[in-house]
């Protein structure tokens, strides 16, 4: 299971922190992040830590700006935002992937809606 919390409505420069509480798989199998869809839009592999090393990675749209980080020990995954953009409008996801290059989701929970606005 994964479960995304702590999104809301934002003015834009604001800062938000995404939270993923996760269970029921090793967390050796598989890296895990975000991915976000804005209404309209394709998916955006916003960012990721590779399992393993725990290398993380980061859509250029968002470098900068936003910082993930695990806790193993709590299974949790936090999405640090600040500088938000209108742009950084959108439902994210919190996922597993078997690799982090290309952002290719194998599983994902129920999203949590960003909304950045004045």
């Known amino acids: 299971q994964l479960q995304a919390s702590g999104g809301g409505l934002v003015q834009p420069g604001g800062s938000l922190r995404l939270s993923c509480a996760h269970s029921?798989?090793?967390?050796?199998?598989?890296?895990i992040g975000w991915f976000r869809q804005a209404p309209g839009k394709e998916r955006e592999g916003v960012s990721c830590?590779?399992?393993?090393?725990?290398?993380?990675h980061y859509a250029d749209s968002v470098k900068g700006r936003f910082t993930i980080s695990r806790d193993n020990y709590k299974r949790t995954v936090h999405l640090q935002m600040n500088s938000l953009k209108p742009e950084d409008t959108a439902v994210y996801y919190c996922?597993?992937?078997?690799?982090?290059?290309?952002?290719?989701?194998?599983?994902w929970g129920r999203g949590t809606l960003v909304t950045v606005s004045s």
């Open positions: 996922a597993l992937y078997y690799y982090c290059a290309g952002y290719s989701p194998a599983y």
């Open positions: 830590i590779s399992r393993g090393d725990g290398t993380t």
């Open positions: 029921g798989f090793i967390l050796d199998d598989y890296a």
